[in-house]
């Protein structure tokens, strides 16, 4: 019988991880609970602010080049969070093309790239250990991409992000049934958030949106999510302790997607 | 009494003993359901072995007088319930053509009303401790995708995972408000499975074959759902049906 003693130490101790979006919101409470559960953290934005290293997530050269410097700082890459996002809402007669362009470049082909990347350095990892009778170890990590209850449900007025989000929750799955299907134990999920408040969140509904407990009476859990809820999501499915979840969406959203709330 | 209080259902094998002995290193004192009470008493020395506590009460998932017998007693030695789990169940494979009416009937009333009585029990014990409770029902993937010669199984797990997610609306007008969410667990090597199948490596590799990443799914998977669901840290998460199922069924 194994102890029930917690053991000692943190939950990510050891692991190196990448977060994008991590300058602030759901990403920045990611890398501050990651960091504190031992993780060494990469993290990256569209700007670059403090130890946060610039990246556009749409650039397949700048994915190698963060993908290299989370290498060069920390020796190797265990965890992908893919977070970064841009919101976008409004009726679809005035929805411009180009806006649904920069949705869907930024969630699905960002995570795409995102993951392409990931997986290229996971399977590296794995073939230097490879042993010595020549038989290859399966790669192994965790990847998780940040999508939404918006791409589980329709949400008004959410059309590119909402699809985007759609895209990217499915396509994850698809990937986690290839990587798996070849050999790899290298897990992929996404993590759907409700309303969260974030500075991306700010920017459309302000602080007195935020404060009005009238806002969240219709959600089954009566208020809206912090950001470290979310990070608390990905912390589990990066853990050890989920090493068998793999091709799921898992959602923290207060009930939002079972409630008639649109 | 200070510590979080679980109540676990099915904790004398498998998935709820598992599940309670990772609620106990959580720190929850585990009230331990089970009709067989030597098996029982096994859990909980495993849990006071290892520095947690427990009680077994021994009990009739299925009798709505037991459920009520069972806890009111606990509202009122404990004062609180943090958790519930309803991980007691039973399952058989069968061609539809060969299931009879009684075999549906037995299935559905172990595997689903349970676990209404457990929630409804769960949900009344929360509401007058006040308690921000967290009740957690073990599905299954059998309740989202059809599995060949498990009719009757698919029927009663769908029914709990869709009955989760009203619970979890009602849930919600508590104060404070109680979470409920299903847990859909894959194939797990357990002796639900050895039981029906039998124990050997070639049970073992055709329950591992089915899914997408190659690994036997174990008790101790389900365990850490469990735990994560029972717990704070999913504070926001409620009506959702948590699949751990290594990718099967996915594709």
Known sequence: MATLAKEASATLAGKVALITGAASGIGAATKSLFEREGAHVLGTDIRASGDVFQHDVTHEAQWDAAVAECVARFGRLDILVSNAGTAQAGPIVDLDLAVFREQSRVHVEGAFLGIKAAVAQMRRQAQACQTQDGQGTPARGSIITIASVAGLKPIMQTTAYGTAKAALINMTKAIAIEVGRKGDLIRLNSICPGGTKTAMTLAMFDESYWADKSNFADMPLKDYCRTEDIAEAALYLASDAAEFITASALTVDGGWLLSDRI | ?251
């Not at chain 2, 067989?36 to 299925?62: K, L």
């Not at chain 2, 559905?108 to 769960?122: A, F, M, P, Q, R």
């Not at chain 2, 498990?150 to 619970?167: D, E």
């Open chain 2, 1 to 251: 009494m200070t510590r979080p209080v679980a109540l676990v259902t099915g904790a004398t094998s498998g998935i709820g003993r598992e599940g309670a002995l990772w609620l106990a290193r959580d720190g929850f004192h585990i009230v331990a359901a089970g009709r067989n009470a030597e098996r029982g008493a096994a859990t909980v020395s495993a849990i006071e072995a290892a520095g947690g506590t427990a009680e077994f009460v021994p009990f009739d998932i299925t009798a709505e007088a037991d459920w009520e017998r069972v806890t009111t007693d606990m509202a009122a030695r404990h004062k609180r319930l943090d958790a519930l789990v309803n991980s007691g169940g039973a399952f058989f494979s069968k061609p539809l053509p060969d299931t009879s009416l009684g075999e549906f009937r037995t299935l559905w009333e172990t595997d689903v009303e349970s676990v209404v009585l457990g929630t409804k029990y769960g949900l009344r014990t929360m509401g007058a401790t006040g308690s921000a409770g967290s009740i957690v029902n073990v599905s299954s993937l059998a309740g989202l995708i059809g599995l060949e010669d498990c009719a009757a199984y698919c029927a009663a797990k769908a029914a709990v995972t869709h009955f989760s997610k009203i619970a979890a609306v009602e849930g919600g007008t508590f104060d404070p408000p109680i979470r409920v969410n299903s847990l859909n667990p894959g194939v797990i090597y357990t002796e639900m499975i050895t039981g029906a199948y039998g124990d050997n490596d070639a049970i073992k590799a055709f329950v591992k074959d089915g899914n997408a990443i190659d690994m036997l799914g174990e008790a101790r998977h389900i365990a850490a759902a469990i735990a994560w669901l029972a717990g704070p840290r999913s504070r926001m998460v409620t009506g959702t049906a948590h699949v751990v199922v290594g990718g099967r069924g996915s594709d």
